[in-house]
């Protein structure tokens, strides 16, 4: 719940601004979400968010991809098709494999100069794939005679929203992600900042790390075991239950 919480709280600050320009007959939103396990439709949260904005959730996480298998995507034309892009509000990347995502060292200017498909050799080069490639396509709609925004200066303004892990303990993807969103000044929701505890803090009743109880499964990082995958409740039939993520 916490989750859709933060996700709602971020994108209405930033699709509000927007909002303003449009007419009110166009008030519902279209949210592109890309991510693995963590954002996969069965988990819920990004669903609830978009359905306390009054938005459309086209969710295409699938559990085990990475940020080069949305880069692939892209380069295919199924993360999102041309009528899509047209209507989407906010592209959310949640892809949080503890991973550097902002090293330049192997970036390159333009995008159509990396090498398709992408690998999951460098983190950092398919980030700047994915959001160099959907600024491009959302400006160049300013070419396109079938689109509203065609012969306009700017193209369709084009949103996209970082997320961090959901604990503290992913810190090299946590640090270099925020980096990310500095350098493009894009939005980030920060659920490791906001989830309620940390991995400096140990429980004071098990001794263990916090995430343990609220996950299914371990994952180790520096020697620690934390919470991998966290039970994420979500809302079927009227009720509330819960899914691993």
């Known amino acids: 719940m916490k989750k859709g919480i933060l996700f709602l709280l971020s994108c209405l600050f930033f699709l509000?601004?927007?909002?303003?320009?449009?007419?009110?007959?166009?008030?519902?939103?279209?949210?592109?979400?890309?991510?693995?396990?963590?954002?996969?439709?069965?988990n819920g949260w990004f669903e609830?968010?978009?359905?306390?904005?009054?938005a459309r959730p086209v969710n295409r996480a699938t559990g085990g991809e990475s940020i080069a298998n949305t880069a692939n995507k892209m380069n295919l034309g199924v993360m999102y098709t041309g009528e899509e892009l047209e209507t989407l509000d906010a592209f959310v990347i949640m892809q949080v494999h503890d991973r550097d995502v902002v090293n330049e060292s192997g970036l390159l200017e333009n995008f159509r100069d990396y090498r398709i498909p992408s690998t999951r050799g460098d983190y950092a080069a398919a980030f700047d794939y994915v959001i160099k490639r959907y600024i491009s396509d959302c400006y160049e709609l300013r070419n396109d005679p079938n689109s509203k925004y065609y012969g306009s200066k700017a193209g369709k303004p084009a949103l996209i929203v970082l997320c961090t892990d959901w604990h503290d303990a992913r810190t090299t993807y946590n640090a270099s992600v925020r980096k990310l969103a500095g350098k493009w000044g894009l939005p980030l929701v920060e659920f490791d900042r906001?989830?309620?505890?940390?991995?400096?803090?140990?429980?004071?009743?098990?001794?263990?790390?916090?995430?343990?109880?609220?996950?299914?499964?371990?994952?180790?990082?520096?020697?620690?075991?934390?919470g991998w995958h966290t039970d994420v409740p979500y809302e079927k039939n009227g009720h509330l239950s819960s899914s691993t993520a």
Do not use: W
Not at 48 to 54: I, Y
């Open 48 to 54: 609830m968010g978009c359905t306390a904005l009054n």
């Open 194 to 226: 906001n989830i309620g505890f940390s991995k400096n803090s140990l429980h004071p009743v098990t001794r263990d790390q916090y995430s343990l109880l609220y996950s299914p499964d371990t994952q180790v990082i520096d020697s620690v075991i934390y």
């Open 16 to 42: 509000s601004a927007s909002a303003q320009s449009k007419p009110a007959q166009t008030a519902e939103y279209h949210i592109l979400l890309s991510g693995a396990s963590f954002a996969s439709p069965e």
